[in-house]
């Protein structure tokens, strides 16, 4: 009888700790990233911003999603890739001392079009420099083969001989977490940087498992937030009876849920296993929400997709733009000088 008991109380401390019967997958990290939840609520609100389609009040720092946690954030660098139609920026946020880079998500004219497509991605390129680490080509050339990569680089090197060796934080949402995965990969491995954190929200799958655990040993610190039923970090897809061959997330994902008990709906975070594929994380619920996608830790990620890739600007910033001749464009400035200030003249803008 006492047996019983104790074999029940094994079980159910299993089902608590989630750490019995683990299906099989690759090398562990036992060193678990440390969680902290204040950064991610700061760095929720750069991924946020960083959608924002007026180009002036993002390099000023003045759009809507521009304030709170974020407020006095000096951007030093805006990245925009016109014909890719995709955005990041560079700044120093001196609260936090860090060095941020914020990738935007992708501006499909519909999201669930986007999500349709993530179903069929193909593991169809091999990880320069990883023996059989594969990963999805669309993903990997946003970050490396546009002209992101380099606007990105130039700005941390200038941000980082002003402002000496600061912490950087890396972050996007959805698309732009993919590409903030590969940028923190870059700049550790290729640029030597060692004080590299990256946070993302709702990120899809970008590699297979041996990706997955190159990553884990290259940026140990990385996080990836996921919530509720959002949908995108299901895909594309995991075969949890094939982990090899397919896509598989890196650690250490934390998965934000809600319980309700009664009338109360009670919020929970969960620092997951060192797997990347925690069965009892967001794994352990349908990936069946659009909108679990669009907002995190109660911060709104929309596309702002009545602009889809159309860029605004005014002409008081358009001293700092260096455009090539396809169009994209980078506006910078010199860490030493003032953020320049907004202007009520007329503004112009440009479509793709
Ligand atoms: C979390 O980060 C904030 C901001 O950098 C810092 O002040 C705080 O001490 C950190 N908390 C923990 C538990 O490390
Ligand atoms: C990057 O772009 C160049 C030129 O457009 C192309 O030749 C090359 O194959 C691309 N590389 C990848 C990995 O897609
Ligand atoms: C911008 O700054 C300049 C010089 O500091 C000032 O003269 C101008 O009034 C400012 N414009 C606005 C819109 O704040």
Not at 32 to 46: F, G, H, K, S
Request: aromatic share 12%.
């Amino acid at each position: 009888m006492e047996q019983k008991r104790l074999i029940f109380l094994m079980l159910l401390t299993c089902l608590i700790a989630s750490s019995c019967g683990r299906e099989l997958q690759g090398k562990h990290n036992d060193k678990l990233a440390v969680y902290n939840r204040t950064v991610a609520t700061i760095l929720v609100e750069y991924a946020s911003a960083v959608y924002a389609s007026d180009l002036t009040e993002l390099f000023t720092w003045t759009c809507e999603r521009c304030d709170g946690l974020t407020k006095g954030f000096e951007v030093v660098e805006l990245v925009v890739d016109v014909q890719n139609c995709l955005q990041g920026f560079v700044g120093v946020a001196k609260d936090i001392n860090a060095i941020v880079i914020a990738f935007r998500g992708t501006q499909d004219n519909s999201i669930q079009n986007w999500v349709k497509d993530l179903f069929w991605k193909q593991l169809d390129l091999n990880y320069p420099g990883m023996p059989n680490a594969m990963v999805h080509h669309g993903f990997y050339t946003a970050y490396h083969n546009t002209t992101i990569r380099s606007g990105i680089l130039y700005a941390v090197k200038k941000a980082k001989e002003f402002y000496g060796d600061l912490d950087i934080m890396i972050t996007g949402h959805s698309m732009g977490g993919a590409m903030a995965s590969f940028c923190a990969l870059d700049l550790t491995v290729n640029h030597e940087a060692k004080n590299v954190q990256v946070i993302t929200f709702g990120q899809p799958r970008i590699g297979n498992a041996v990706f997955a655990s190159y990553y884990s040993k290259l940026v140990p610190t990385a996080i990836r937030v996921t919530n509720e039923h959002d949908i995108v970090p299901h895909l594309p897809p995991y075969y949890s009876y094939f982990p090899q061959k397919t896509y598989h997330h890196f650690p250490t994902e934390v998965w934000l849920y809600n319980l309700g008990l009664g009338s109360v709906v009670y919020q929970f975070e969960k620092v997951c296993d060192g797997s990347g594929e925690d069965p009892h994380c967001s794994r352990s619920v349908s990936g069946s929400s659009i909108t679990d996608h669009l907002n995190y830790y109660g911060v709104d990620l929309t596309f702002i997709q009545w602009r889809s890739c159309t860029i605004v600007m005014d002409p008081r910033v358009a001293e700092y733009v260096k455009m090539d001749h396809k169009g994209n464009m980078v506006l910078s400035r010199d860490p030493a000088t003032l953020v320049p200030n907004q202007s009520n003249e007329k503004e112009v803008t440009y479509s793709a």
